[in-house]
T-cell receptor, first 111, second 117 residues
Framework: QKEVEQDPGPLSVPEGAIVSLNCTYS??????FMWYRQYSRKGPELLMY????GNKEDGRFTAQVDKSSKYISLFIRDSQPSDSATYLC???????????FGKGTRLSVIA | KAGVTQTPRYLIKTRGQQVTLSCSPI?????VSWYQQTPGQGLQFLFE???????NKGNFPGRFSGRQFSNSRSEMNVSTLELGDSALYLC????????????????FGEGSRLTVL
């Protein structure tokens, strides 16, 4: 079992839909949780960062962490075609340990 | 401000050859990490350098090596290439080691796409 599991999709939604992206993990020591977005032929870029449990909101994006269930989510409201990309979850045990990435979910938002 | 620059962007090698990839971090960033990205395994950590010292290493064979220079530029080398080494190799830089900066942000380059025939 991989440390971080993420459904690769692809996920296709109409413009304006609410998108839910999820990751599960097995290592209860993870404390830092991130979502990266990767456009085609580009490197990943940080979208959201959360330490420990709870919710964090930034514009149309909301990140949730449920450590008791070892489950993290990213919600995208009012999705736009420009949101079409691969979304990668990433986690780390401490500030000095490498990030462990999920395989990414490919999202297409259709106009 | 220039981003992370990786060269070459694309390259084709044959089995048994070796390859060297280069990464120039964002000016002022002292930490450089390398990741391998494949459709099957996703992003996997190779190693991290900070102030010319390897601070973390992933679970890859010894054929994968790297180094960092005094100007923070980094190179990674893969010797005796195998077909399975075909991948996108991503370099990421940050100001401090790991997530110590508190933002969790790694700045990635666009990658070097290696094809092994």
């Amino acid at each position: 079992q991989k440390e971080v599991e993420q459904d690769p999709g692809p996920l296709s939604v109409p413009e304006g839909a609410i998108v839910s992206l999820n990751c599960t993990y097995s290592n209860s020591a993870f404390q830092y949780f991130m979502w990266y977005r990767q456009y085609s032929r580009k490197g990943p870029e940080l979208l959201m960062y959360t330490y420990s449990s709870g919710n964090k909101e930034d514009g149309r994006f909301t990140a949730q962490v449920d450590k008791s269930s070892k489950y993290i989510s990213l919600f995208i409201r009012d999705s736009q075609p420009s949101d079409s990309a691969t979304y990668l979850c990433a986690m780390s045990v401490s500030g000095n340990t490498p990030l462990v990435f999920g395989k990414g979910t490919r999202l297409s938002v259709i106009a | 401000k220039a981003g992370v620059t990786q060269t070459p962007r694309y390259l084709i090698k044959t089995r048994g050859q070796q390859v060297t990839l280069s990464c120039s971090p964002i000016s002022g960033h002292r930490s450089v990490s390398w990741y391998q990205q494949t459709p099957g395994q996703g992003l996997q950590f190779l190693f991290e350098y900070f102030s010319e010292t390897q601070r973390n290493k992933g679970n890859f064979p010894g054929r994968f090596s790297g180094r960092q220079f005094s100007n923070s530029r980094s190179e990674m080398n893969v010797s005796t290439l195998e077909l399975g080494d075909s991948a996108l190799y991503l370099c990421a830089s940050s100001f401090t080691l790991g997530l110590a900066g508190g933002t969790g942000e790694l700045f990635f380059g666009e990658g070097s796409r290696l094809t092994v025939l």
